[in-house]
């Protein structure tokens, strides 16, 4: 009886003992419940429209009047010079401006579609040797014809007008040996041959450094050929690019070169002029 009792508090001792085990157990087994993460929906950012890069310096516009539209703002035009020779580099030239030497100047070269344009301002010097020619002519009310008797037809035709107070005149030849009409012929010559130069020498410095040497020694023929209209006025241009580090040592050297030898020439100009008025 005493075993029976011993072995009933025993299992007794084991039931009570059953439910703190079990759950000290599951407490020790539990895992935690895997939160599902929270599905993140991106909001599309907006495409950005797509920006247009600038027009390189040398990229042809789709017509000469881009150009022309950034000329400066001159009077009614009085002076028109257009030269047409089929096969040059440049067969066509034109000239516009006005009484100041304010205008633009039209050109068509043989690798671009269109013609080009780009703003002039001839110097004061320019525009008084222009108009003593014209003085000298008495061009309106003239009726000669300049055409010279002999003429190479490789020379191209030029075509020269001007208008003044009301009135106006054409005259188209193609070589003159009169000597106020070929100084027109030749001036214009110049002035063209300044502005295209220009032209092209700031497209080299925005797009092509390299090409500057070449443009540069095409400068000094130029000048040394009296090609030029006013060599003084470019004397700011020369300086500025003898100073750009972006251009070829050689292209600066030439540019600083060329200025000196301008200097020069009009500082002994200036004094032989001085001499005689003494």
Not at 2 to 30: D, E, M, N, W, Y
Not at 73 to 101: L, S
Not at 115 to 124: N, Q, R, T
Not at 219 to 236: I, Q, V
């Amino acid at each position: 009886m005493r075993i029976k009792i011993c072995i009933f508090l025993v299992l007794l001792c084991i039931v009570a003992a059953t439910p703190a085990f079990g759950q000290k157990r599951r407490s020790r087994t539990k895992r935690p419940v895997k939160k599902t993460p929270a599905t993140i929906v991106a909001t599309p950012k907006p495409t950005p429209e797509p920006v247009a890069e600038p027009p390189k310096l040398n990229s042809r516009p789709d017509s000469a009047s881009d150009k022309i539209s950034s000329a400066p703002k001159a009077a009614a035009v009085t002076h028109i010079y257009v030269f047409e020779r089929p096969g040059f580099t440049y067969p066509r030239v034109e000239i516009r401006h006005d009484d100041a030497g304010k205008g633009v100047i039209i050109f068509e070269k043989v690798d671009l579609d269109e013609p080009m344009g780009d703003p002039i301002e001839l110097s004061a010097a320019t525009v008084n040797t222009l108009n003593a020619a014209f003085t000298r002519l008495d061009f309106v009310n003239s009726t000669e014809d300049y055409e010279a008797k002999k003429v190479n037809v490789a020379t191209g035709t030029i075509s020269i007008t001007l208008k003044q107070n009301g009135r106006s005149r054409t005259a188209t030849f193609r070589w003159s040996d009169n000597p106020d009409a070929k100084l027109l012929m030749d001036e214009y010559r110049r002035i063209s041959n300044e502005a295209i130069w220009k032209f092209e020498m700031q497209v080299a410095r925005e797009n092509q450094p390299l090409e500057t040497p070449r443009l540069m020694a095409r400068f000094s023929s130029l000048y040394e050929s009296n090609e030029l209209p006013d060599p003084p006025h470019l004397l700011p241009l020369l300086k500025q690019l003898a100073n750009d580090e972006i251009l070829p040592l050689i292209a600066r050297n030439d540019a600083e070169r060329v200025a000196k030898a301008i200097e020069k020439a009009e500082a002994k100009r200036l004094k032989k002029e001085e001499k005689a008025k003494n």
